[in-house]
């Protein structure tokens, strides 16, 4: 028999045994056991399962010291956990109580399905989580975003310096670990406040994909940010919306080196 028809004969007959219950009004439970141990060592952590999130077991401890409630983990015939693995390892390292179900034949698919129903975590979930845990360059963020409000990732780029997305270590996933360090503030506001007060010329300076050229072109040593506001001042010049950072990038370079004799490559 395959894991596939296993877990369906176990649905049909769990769903058999419901019925029965539910047939009879004197059985008020749902048939479900939930056992308790303190035998750590009999639980297992199965491979596929997502990475632990430092900052979520740091409030769960938090949450467990204050009131630890019965908030069963669920695991399969073999004991590999299939949904707690944060729980486990936060009531383990307290010498708590490990309340758990067993459902048999739950595998890498049941997890998956469970993960996707499950609320994941916003931006603001972890910039909070952080900042009470003291660390204060979530806390500087904070106070840039409601600022600035710039797209929160731009607001990161900004601040760190380097892109979001791409690659391993991408600057977004560390920024939800923990990991974030500001490379010079002074020089990120200087950046937001020219950026700002590029509203008046371009009601889209908000823009994802315009933050994205102006981020570039201010790590480009041939652009000169108060040249490019002179250029903006002369009427027939105008930022027109993009759908591509490039084709900004294409289009201040031509305001740029307008009616100039020495033209200049903003594009690299």
């Known amino acids: 028999m395959t894991h596939t028809e296993k877990r369906q004969m176990y649905r049909i007959t769990n769903n058999k045994k419901q019925e029965k219950m539910e047939s009879n009004s004197e059985v008020k439970n749902t048939g479900i056991i939930i056992k308790k141990t303190f035998n750590y060592k009999m639980f ?158 371009y009601e889209g300076y908000k823009r994802s994909s315009f933050l994205n050229a102006m981020i570039t072109l201010f790590n480009n040593d041939n652009f000169d940010f108060d040249f490019f506001i002179d250029k903006l001042k002369i009427k027939s010049n105008k930022i027109v919306d993009c759908t591509k950072t490039k084709d900004y990038i294409l289009l201040i370079e031509e305001i740029y080196n307008k009616k100039s004799r020495n033209k200049v490559n903003l594009r690299f």
């Open 44 to 201: 297992k952590i199965l491979d596929s399962n997502r990475e632990l999130n430092n900052l979520h077991l740091k409030r769960l401890e938090k949450s467990f010291i204050n009131n630890y409630l019965i908030n069963p983990i669920i695991v399969n015939e073999n004991n590999y956990i299939i949904d707690g693995q944060h729980r486990y390892t936060v009531a383990r390292k307290l010498n708590l109580p490990i309340y758990f179900i067993e459902i048999p034949f739950y595998k890498l698919e049941e997890i998956q399905i469970l993960n996707i129903n499950q609320k994941n975590w916003n931006l603001n979930d972890y910039v909070d989580g952080y900042i009470s845990l003291g660390k204060k360059e979530y806390k500087i963020y904070k106070d840039f975003l409601n600022k600035y409000k710039f797209p929160p990732m731009k607001c990161i780029e900004i601040l760190t310096g380097k892109k979001t997305g791409g690659g391993e270590n991408r600057v977004d996933d560390l920024f939800k670990k923990g990991v974030f360090n500001i490379q010079d503030l002074n020089k990120s506001i200087s950046i937001a406040e020219k950026i700002l007060s590029l509203k008046g010329y």
